[in-house]
């Protein structure tokens, strides 16, 4: 287990190594300088050159990478070239917030995915599983940016029951958890059918009805832990996606999280953050990566004894 | 036993109560657009940060209606042609440390923004100052490098108390400034507050990205006011609401079309007149822009004291602008082919993409390009395009025009994207610049517009308009021709009807 740990620790050292490496080279190489962002074009060449100087821009590229990957070493993650604040504080400043999101949002898209997976799959061929699908597809097809709208004017504008927009308190998150989880669900529930379907043909399944326990009882306890470990997998990955900032939906409810920060400091050409943010996603996954991990071998006794052996 | 009506109303009922954008708020919530930058005058560039710190902090002059200098903080005299003597007003503001603003703080403020390794965005505009001495605590002597009449009207930058002027960074996010609005917080980018001096009236700032949505949060009442940056098609939806008000004004914003003046196509001036013809800006500003939207001729406004008062504009005229074309040997079968540039800003692509069918009619197939703002940027100053649409924001002082027109300004040293080249357009800019009568530098820069008009490196568009769109309950917003945020020194919130 240690030497998997180890192994598993040392690939993702290299993976998020790489990504910085690749991100920071691709970000510089872009058209845009960061220098005329914030001086404009009325700034002499000497204004600019001491800008670049200031901000460490005129060294060579590879040189900006070893210092940016030894301040790193050391957790400073440099200052956002335009505002002159510390990158992490920005990062801590909207993580939560996306982390809020994303956790609420997946746990939206549980209450909507499952009960419509599971009795799409109990009803297989007949109307209850076209009319379960039928909402899993409106689901996945209404665009968020379109979807978010459409719910502030109901829930916000004709009822009067929940804010238009903004981080303030718990009633803000619900409709961009709802506008979030609902595309999430679309896809969850199609997964959840399918698997289920599968499960629901073995043999196991067949015995555990012919001991006569209940049909619900077989579902609950026999099949659908079965056929959880794709379903984790794409949880997991979904998780991951959301971590990385949902940006139309945070741009939609002004919600302060780090999709809209990292694309407003790429259109600023605001190196620092972008890598700051890169960086975070990139953990994201594979924190996230790991958990999923975790999960299937608490779910799926054969994945425990797999490493044992 | 969930799903029961009462339950659902209870927890709608607790999810409402927690909500804080409470629209019955006492404070004046503003929406904005994009949020401010950075709260330190000596680095602000951007317009929204700009405006705020007006709010926060006093500035030695300022611009009239017709943007000619008039003393804000002080009052000045020209002891000499290189020589500039500011007197500070008798009544002026105080400090968060309590200290009132002194000729010290000036010095301390502007020595600081010419310090090169400070990398302030407004040194450049403030090299010509040789030094600065302060006589005693109201007056302050500015020594110039060379002669400049337009020079008080480069004093805009606001005062930072001396005792904080050594700081790069922590103004930026907590100002201190001696203006008519003090600093709350700023918790993070989508709020920012702000308490009026004068009688304690809390302003918050939201920004609120998404167009549709400022819209919206103003008809639930969860910001009162909100000042540009929507289509028109969300200004007229707002205008059918009962309980909101519009009020709009002549801007001075100058949206232009730019062409490559060094490209094999767009240099031709023919073909610059050619598409001058073919573009109906009438229509584009009846079904695009707001009613106080106006036809340019020139960069500066006719109201200017250094503006274009009676310019012979290009009219509508695709019959003339196809003759012309086919004059140069495009036609249907042979049509001429440009590329367009523009930012991805979804109202700046439907202009372009109208413009691109209107330039369709009369022969000339346009490829529409647009890209995010640094490469659309980086694109322009480059001199990567054939033809490209831009704005400029806040123009008051006519010293745009070396800096925009001048053949020494091509980037890196200056805004001539298009690289116009014109000996006439450079002797009347140098000319303006060294005149030391009003009048006839007035008259030099009207000249040299002229010039511009007949070459046509811009074809100049319109002056976009200003407009406010605010609740029922609030009085007093006045706006301003250069769209700043001075009316909510005065504005006024009345309880919810």
Partial sequence: MLRLLLTRLSSTVIVIFGVISLVFLLIHLVPGDPVDVMLGENAQMADREALREALGLNRPIGQQLITYIGNLLQGDLGQSLHSRTSVSSMILERFPATLQLALVSLLVSCLIAFPLGIVAALNRGKAWDKVAMGVSLLGVSIPNFLLGPMLILLFSLSLGWLPVSGKSGFASMVLPAITLGTALAAVLSRMI?????????????????????????????????????????????????????????????????????????????????????????????????????IIYGWIDPRIRQGDRS | MLLRPGYILSVFVFLSLTACSDPSSTSIRFALASSPISLDPRYATDAVSSRINRLLYQRLVDFDQKFQVKPALAGWNQLSPKHYRFKLKPVRGYFK??????????????????????????????????????????????????????????????????????????????????????????????????????????????????????????????????????????????????????KNLPGNNFTYLGFNMEDRLTSQLAI??????????????????????????????????????????????????????????????????????????????????????????????????????????????????????????????????????????????????????????????????????????????????????????????????????????????????????????????????
């Fill in chain 1, 193 to 293: 059918r399918s698997t289920l379907l599968e499960v629901l043909n073995e043999d196991y399944i067949r015995t555990a009805r012919a001991k006569g326990l209940s049909y619900i009882r077989v579902v609950i306890f026999h099949a659908l832990p079965n056929a959880m470990l794709p379903i984790i997998t794409l949880l997991g990955l979904q998780l991951g996606v959301l971590l990385g900032g949902a940006v139309i939906t945070e741009t939609v409810f002004s919600w302060p999280g780090i999709g809209k920060l990292t694309i407003d400091a790429i259109t600023k050409r605001d190196y620092p953050v972008v890598q700051g943010c890169v960086l975070l996603i990139s953990i994201s996954y594979v924190i996230v990566n790991a958990f999923t991990d």
């Fill in chain 2, 97 to 246: 440390n309590g200290e009132r603003l002194t000729a010290y703080d000036v010095k301390a403020t502007y020595d600081f923004i010419l310090e090169n390794e400070n990398a302030s965005p407004h040194r450049s505009s403030l090299l010509i100052i040789d030094k600065i001495i302060v006589v005693d605590d109201q007056i302050i002597d500015f020594y110039l490098k060379r002669i400049d009449p337009l020079f008080p009207g480069y004093l805009v930058i606001g005062i930072v108390p001396k005792n904080m002027a050594a700081d790069r960074t922590t103004l930026n996010r907590i100002p201190a400034g001696s203006g008519s609005f003090s600093f709350l917080e700023w918790p993070d980018t989508s709020r920012l507050v702000l308490q009026r001096k004068s009688d304690k009236q809390l302003v918050e700032f939201i920004y609120v990205h998404d167009a549709t949505v400022r819209a919206l949060k103003l008809i639930r009442g969860e910001v009162d006011l909100l000042q540009n940056d929507l289509p028109r098609e969300l200004v007229q939806y707002l205008g059918k609401e009962n309980n909101i008000l519009l």
């Fill in chain 2, 272 to 497: 610059r007149k050619a598409i001058a013809h073919a573009i109906d800006r009438q229509s584009l500003i009846r079904y695009l822009m707001g009613g106080k939207t106006r036809l340019a001729n020139a960069l500066l406004t006719p109201e200017h004291w250094a503006g274009l008062k009676n310019a012979k504009a290009y009219s509508y005229n695709p019959d003339l602008s196809r003759s012309m074309l086919e004059s140069l040997g495009y036609t249907r079968d042979k049509p001429l082919l440009l590329e367009y540039k523009t930012s991805s800003d979804p109202f700046r692509v439907r202009i372009a993409t109208i413009i691109q069918q209107q330039l369709n009619e009369v022969g000339i197939k346009v490829s529409l390009k647009s890209f995010d703002w640094g490469t659309f940027y980086g694109d322009i100053k480059s001199g990567r395009f054939q033809m490209y649409s831009l704005s400029w924001v806040g123009i008051k002082t006519p010293d745009i025009f070396r800096y925009v027109f001048h053949s020494e300004s091509v980037p890196p040293q200056g805004a001539n994207r298009g690289r116009y080249i014109n000996k006439k357009a450079d002797e009347l800019i140098e000319a303006a610049e060294t005149s030391p009568d009003m009048s006839a530098r007035g008259q030099y820069y009207q000249d040299l517009q002229e010039q511009l008009l007949f070459d046509l490196p811009y074809i100049p568009l319109w002056y976009e308009e200003h407009f406010v769109a605010y609740r029922n309950n609030i009085s007093g917003y006045s706006l301003a021709s250069d769209g700043n945020y001075d009316g909510l020194k005065s504005v006024e919130k009345l309880p919810s009807p």
